[in-house]
């Protein structure tokens, strides 16, 4: 098979091709690797490991030849540098971190070897994933593989697993870990025409992901298909003795529940998601996603998350206190960036400000800030409560439905550069739609549903119960089929 | 309550950033941008409820107290700016 004919397979379809031996591992791992070395204009790669990749390859190929095969065997995949890999530069984006080369594995990705997956490299984010359009990050922007028809303008993939949804996107790898905190898997994966599942709080061990906010951060895969999504999920998540806040439940087979029929199940549409100065293609799309659902036999009820405008208000109290906190180890003394300077608190002063970039320290400030002395109970405990009614909101919408349907973004990726002219708060509100699920710990997909009217990709999420992603999988592939979305970006990055 | 270029070198100050003079005012700016956007949740009602620090109901377990990793400082300073003799070398801190 031709490299290209390799790289476009699904990760379904070429795991049933290494299986078969229809092609090694080995043919497939080059594949992706001359694929990555020719897109270098994505900058979806932050560090490229071929002879890494080569390596397990050839192992994986010695395991399916003696019948050894595991659930991801020989399949190569791309990880977001949040991801702590033995031996390999993990830099979350940041200068703070510089060649930090970590000697332990994350537990996701210790899972994902174990079932004899092969890393391709390290994706480009947001500086510790803190951004929605990946231009944070110390590396420069990964650009969106998709353009708008007849245009030569460079879009943003989304953020903060910006490199992870392009990666996808552009068939540089057959699927890719990712992160989210507050819409950092939906989002991009939305902006690309892929699929982001971000499971529910606890899934998948935060051990060795560098922590942005601890009690939202959760780890998940973005994919090309729903079934792709489960398939990697599986492998991914899994209770770790090594996160105190890790799950001790047993992993499903999600992709079992891929293709199984969703009659009877009853979708809550939120009225709350119906926001000010919404596209029309966007209110036109989630009209459709309804219809698409109600066709596959399930139920259609209206429902009331009342306190949804003020999930993001109390996200950039929670996110950011919880990040003052973690980001305070970065001192410049174990590992990293360490700055010259007259004395101990200089020094610490130098490495933070040289090491970090403007978003994450406007972040750092702000959580120090609702930390402080006098205000804590004005706005942190204030942002705790509110949560608790957010939470409350689903608990409520979950007795009379089974799951909800949402759209994923509020727009279509739009042109790098952008960020420049807005606001933060402007900037913020593109999480609108996927941040409260963040703060009540339920699991929400995104999956794409359609072209907007400039040929650009558009998502719709589905956000369920708690440790329900079987439901998700379920009405995801029902979404899936229905939008028949087969629209690939053309190639005008390779060379 | 604005935030004024003092609070922000204060709060620079006790987030360890050394935010130059000249990026005072502007972050002031932005930060009460921002604060001004938050300060909406005070419309929220909140009496009685209990605040949410975790995202999902469950007890933290409690674990053995024994050493289950260690003992191997090379792997421990591989990433140190400066080591020697097993130990991190920090800026000198009293004189």
């Given at each position: 098979?031709a490299g290209s004919e390799l790289t476009s397979?699904?990760?379904?379809?070429?795991?049933?091709?290494?299986?078969?031996?229809?092609?090694?591992?080995?043919?497939?791992?080059?594949?992706?690797?001359?694929?990555?070395?020719?897109?270098?204009?994505?900058?979806?790669?932050?560090?490229?490991?071929?002879?890494?990749?080569?390596?397990?390859?050839?192992?994986?190929?010695?395991?399916?030849?003696?019948?050894?095969?595991?659930?991801?065997?020989?399949?190569?995949?791309?990880?977001?540098?949040?991801?702590?890999?033995?031996?390999?530069?993990?830099?979350?984006?940041?200068?703070?971190?510089?060649?930090?080369?970590?000697?332990?594995?994350?537990?996701?990705?210790?899972?994902?070897?174990?079932?004899?997956?092969?890393?391709?490299?390290?994706?480009?984010?947001?500086?510790?994933?803190?951004?929605?359009?990946?231009?944070?990050?110390?590396?420069?922007?990964?650009?969106?593989?998709?353009?708008?028809?007849?245009?030569?303008?460079?879009?943003?993939?989304?953020?903060?697993?910006?490199?992870?949804?392009?990666?996808?996107?552009?068939?540089?790898?057959?699927?890719?870990?990712?992160?989210?905190?507050?819409?950092?898997?939906?989002?991009?994966?939305?902006?690309?025409?892929?699929?982001?599942?971000?499971?529910?709080?606890?899934?998948?061990?935060?051990?060795?992901?560098?922590?942005?906010?601890?009690?939202?951060?959760?780890?998940?895969?973005?994919?090309?298909?729903?079934?792709?999504?489960?398939?990697?999920?599986?492998?991914?998540?899994?209770?770790?003795?090594?996160?105190?806040?890790?799950?001790?439940?047993?992993?499903?087979?999600?992709?079992?529940?891929?293709?199984?029929?969703?009659?009877?199940?009853?979708?809550?549409?939120?009225?709350?998601?119906?926001?000010?100065?919404?596209?029309?293609?966007?209110?036109?799309?989630?009209?459709?996603?309804?219809?698409?659902?109600?066709?596959?036999?399930?139920?259609?009820?209206?429902?009331?998350?009342?306190?949804?405008?003020?999930?993001?208000?109390?996200?950039?109290?929670?996110?950011?206190?919880?990040?003052?906190?973690?980001?305070?180890?970065?001192?410049?003394?174990?590992?990293?960036?360490?700055?010259?300077g007259k004395t101990l608190t200089e020094v610490?002063?130098?490495?933070?400000?040289?090491?970090?970039?403007?978003?994450?320290?406007?972040?750092?400030?702000?959580?120090?800030?609702?930390?402080?002395?006098?205000?804590y109970d004005a706005y942190y405990l204030k942002?705790?409560?509110?949560?608790?009614?957010?939470?409350?909101?689903?608990?409520?919408?979950?007795?009379?439905?089974?799951?909800?349907?949402?759209?994923?973004?509020?727009?279509?990726?739009?042109?790098?550069?952008?960020?420049?002219?807005?606001?933060?708060?402007?900037?913020?509100?593109?999480?609108?739609?996927?941040?409260?699920?963040?703060?009540?710990?339920?699991?929400?997909?995104?999956?794409?549903?359609?072209?907007?009217?400039?040929?650009?990709?558009?998502?719709?999420?589905?956000?369920?119960?708690?440790?329900?992603?079987?439901?998700?999988?379920?009405?995801?592939?029902?979404?899936?089929?229905?939008?028949?979305?087969?629209?690939?970006?053309?190639?005008?990055?390779?060379? | 309550?604005?935030?004024?270029?003092?609070?922000?070198?204060?709060?620079?100050?006790?987030?360890?950033?050394?935010?130059?003079?000249?990026?005072?005012?502007?972050?002031?700016?932005?930060?009460?941008?921002?604060?001004?956007?938050?300060?909406?949740?005070?419309?929220?009602?909140?009496?009685?409820?209990?605040?949410?620090?975790?995202?999902?109901?469950?007890?933290?377990?409690?674990?053995?107290?024994?050493?289950?990793?260690?003992?191997?400082?090379?792997?421990?300073?591989?990433?140190?700016?400066?080591?020697?003799?097993?130990?991190?070398?920090?800026?000198?801190?009293?004189?």
């Amino acid at each position: 098979m031709a490299g290209s004919e390799l790289t476009s397979l699904t990760l379904k379809s070429a795991l049933e091709g290494l299986k078969s031996k229809k092609f090694s591992s080995t043919e497939i791992t080059q594949a992706h690797v001359d694929a990555v070395a020719a897109s270098k204009t994505l900058n979806a790669y932050v560090l490229e490991t071929p002879e890494r990749a080569l390596q397990m390859a050839a192992a994986a190929d010695a395991r399916i030849a003696r019948g050894e095969a595991g659930l991801l065997e020989g399949a190569p995949l791309g990880i977001k540098d949040l991801f702590c890999t033995e031996g390999y530069r993990t830099t979350a984006a940041s200068k703070i971190l510089g060649d930090f080369k970590p000697t332990y594995e994350s537990t996701v990705t210790t899972h994902l070897w174990r079932d004899g997956a092969v890393m391709l490299g390290k994706l480009n984010l947001d500086e510790f994933a803190m951004g929605s359009t990946n231009e944070t990050s110390a590396f420069g922007p990964v650009a969106n593989p998709w353009r708008a028809e007849g245009s030569n303008q460079t879009l943003t993939p989304g953020g903060s697993s910006g490199g992870s949804a392009a990666a996808v996107a552009a068939d540089l790898c057959l699927g890719a870990t990712a992160t989210d905190t507050g819409g950092s898997i939906r989002q991009p994966a939305a902006f690309t025409g892929t699929v982001g599942i971000k499971p529910t709080y606890g899934r998948c061990s935060r051990w060795g992901i560098v922590a942005f906010a601890s009690s939202l951060d959760q780890a998940g895969p973005i994919a090309k298909t729903v079934e792709d999504a489960a398939i990697l999920l599986r492998s991914m998540a899994g209770h770790d003795p090594k996160d105190s806040t890790s799950l001790p439940v047993g992993v499903p087979d999600f992709a079992s529940f891929v293709g199984k029929s969703v009659k009877g199940l009853r979708i809550g549409v939120p009225k709350e998601y119906r926001v000010d100065g919404m596209p029309a293609e966007i209110e036109a799309l989630w009209a459709k996603g309804i219809e698409w659902l109600k066709e596959a036999g399930c139920e259609i009820v209206d429902v009331s998350l009342p306190h949804t405008k003020y999930a993001l208000p109390t996200y950039y109290i929670v996110a950011p206190a919880e990040a003052s906190s973690n980001l305070a180890r970065y001192d410049g003394m174990r590992y990293g960036l360490r700055a010259e300077g007259k004395t101990l608190t200089e020094v610490y002063e130098n490495t933070r400000g040289q090491g970090f970039g403007d978003e994450v320290k406007r972040r750092i400030m702000i959580g120090a800030y609702v930390l402080s002395a006098g205000y804590y109970d004005a706005y942190y405990l204030k942002a705790q409560k509110v949560r608790r009614r957010i939470a409350d909101d689903f608990k409520a919408a979950f007795e009379k439905c089974d799951a909800l349907l949402t759209p994923a973004t509020p727009s279509a990726a739009f042109a790098l550069g952008v960020k420049d002219t807005m606001d933060p708060v402007q900037m913020y509100l593109n999480d609108v739609f996927t941040v409260t699920a963040n703060l009540a710990g339920v699991p929400a997909m995104s999956v794409p549903a359609g072209l907007d009217k400039d040929g650009l990709p558009l998502g719709l999420q589905l956000i369920g119960r708690t440790l329900d992603e079987e439901t998700l999988f379920s009405l995801g592939g029902a979404l899936e089929k229905a939008a028949d979305f087969r629209a690939k970006p053309k190639t005008w990055w390779k060379g | 309550m604005a935030i004024d270029a003092a609070t922000v070198r204060k709060v620079a100050i006790l987030a360890r950033l050394n935010e130059p003079e000249a990026r005072l005012e502007p972050l002031a700016r932005e930060l009460n941008g921002i604060m001004t956007w938050i300060e909406q949740l005070a419309e929220v009602d909140t009496d009685g409820v209990e605040p949410m620090a975790s995202a999902v109901d469950h007890k933290l377990p409690l674990r053995e107290d024994i050493v289950t990793e260690g003992g191997d400082p090379s792997r421990v300073l591989a990433n140190a700016p400066s080591s020697k003799d097993n130990f991190f070398v920090v800026p000198k801190v009293v004189e």
